[in-house]
């Protein structure tokens, strides 16, 4: 156990609305990420950051932003989620030695 | 094509049979990770090897980079070993493989 939440856990929504997702790490590792899984696809890496304001985008960030003001958080956020963004949220942070520890994910139902 | 590739994508197992699951990718990499998603959706890593083999318990990871291709074993599998076993290439920004679903029956 890596220390690292998400909330909330389960979420519906509707298309249009914002959302933010947030995950929260008590170990203070300076490499965060958000990834979504989905059938077929496998994990895909929506937006990471290395640091406080320091964040970069990832293979899949249209309709994604990202912020982390503290070490421990760090929030996603869809400004106007729409159906295609019904997914599994998994946030990871990079340990050592270089490995990825994952929190227990927020699975998002947008109708 | 994908840049990880797993096989095979599904797996049945009598409980007691030694397991093989394989990755190739075709990225220079620096790291490859195995990683285990059980049926809750909890990820846990197993492995990050570059090079040579790595054994805990009753799991073996092998990894070859000449030809790009990597290996994870179960010996003696168990029914609790039932999950999704995943690929991952790299050492910050991984590229995921789709993922092997493993069952073993009692």
């Known amino acids: 156990d890596a220390g690292i939440t998400q909330s909330p856990r389960h979420k519906v929504t509707e298309t249009g609305t914002p959302v933010t997702l947030r995950c929260h790490q008590t170990?203070?590792?300076?490499?965060m990420y958000w990834y979504r899984q989905d059938p077929g696809h496998g994990l895909r890496l929506i937006h990471y950051?290395?640091?406080?304001?320091?964040?970069d985008k990832g293979e899949v960030s249209d309709g994604y932003s990202v912020s982390r003001s503290k070490t421990e958080d760090f929030l996603l956020t869809l400004e106007s989620a729409t159906s295609s963004q019904t997914s599994v949220y998994f946030c990871?942070?990079?340990?050592?030695?270089?490995?990825?520890?994952f929190g227990p994910g927020t699975r998002l139902t947008v109708l | 094509k994908n840049e990880v590739e797993q096989s095979p994508q599904n797996l049945t197992a009598q409980e007691g049979e030694f397991i093989t699951i394989n990755c190739s990718y075709s990225?220079?990499?620096?790291?490859l990770h195995w990683l285990q998603q059980h049926p809750g959706g909890g990820i846990v890593s197993l492995f990050m090897?570059?090079?040579g083999k790595k054994k805990h318990g009753r799991l073996i990871a092998t990894i070859n980079i000449q030809e790009k291709h990597s290996s994870l074993h179960i010996t003696a599998s168990h029914p609790r070993d039932s999950a999704v076993y995943i690929c991952?290439?790299?050492?910050?920004?991984?590229?995921f493989g789709t993922g092997t679903r493993l069952q073993v029956f009692p």
């Open positions: 991952a290439v790299g050492v910050d920004k991984l590229i």
């Open positions: 990225v220079g990499i620096s790291a």
């Open positions: 950051s290395y640091g406080v304001k320091d964040t």
């Open positions: 990871a942070i990079n340990g050592s030695p270089d490995t990825q520890y």
């Open positions: 170990e203070n590792h300076r490499y």
């Open positions: 090897l570059s090079s």
